[in-house]
């Protein structure tokens, strides 16, 4: 299976996000992880969150690991698992 190379990560990226023009140039997903504490961090022009990494597995607030793995990074999706779960089946999660 060949691999995808079309999410960015604006993780240290501190500029205006232009995600039309990424959208065109084949982007389909974008990470941005603004911190790992007590609230998410939105950056400039972002309207929301859809995934926050709130833990590396060892700092910001638990849960900070999963049975059977241990301590892991840890998302928060700003809705419900079924939303998650239709969104992530249909390709919508942006």
Request: charged letters at 15%; one cysteine or more; glycine letters at 10%.
């Amino acid at each position: 299976m060949p691999n995808a190379n079309v999410v960015i990560d604006l993780s240290h990226f501190n500029g205006k996000v232009n995600l039309q023009r990424a959208a065109s140039a084949g982007i389909v997903g974008a990470i941005h992880k603004a911190t790992q504490g007590t609230a998410a961090v939105i950056p400039p022009n972002w309207p929301a969150y859809t995934l926050w990494q709130y833990t590396d597995g060892h700092h910001g607030n638990p849960p900070h690991a999963v049975d059977g793995i241990g301590a892991c990074d840890r998302d928060l999706y700003e809705g419900t698992e079924d939303d998650l779960t239709t969104r992530w089946a249909t390709g919508s999660l942006a």
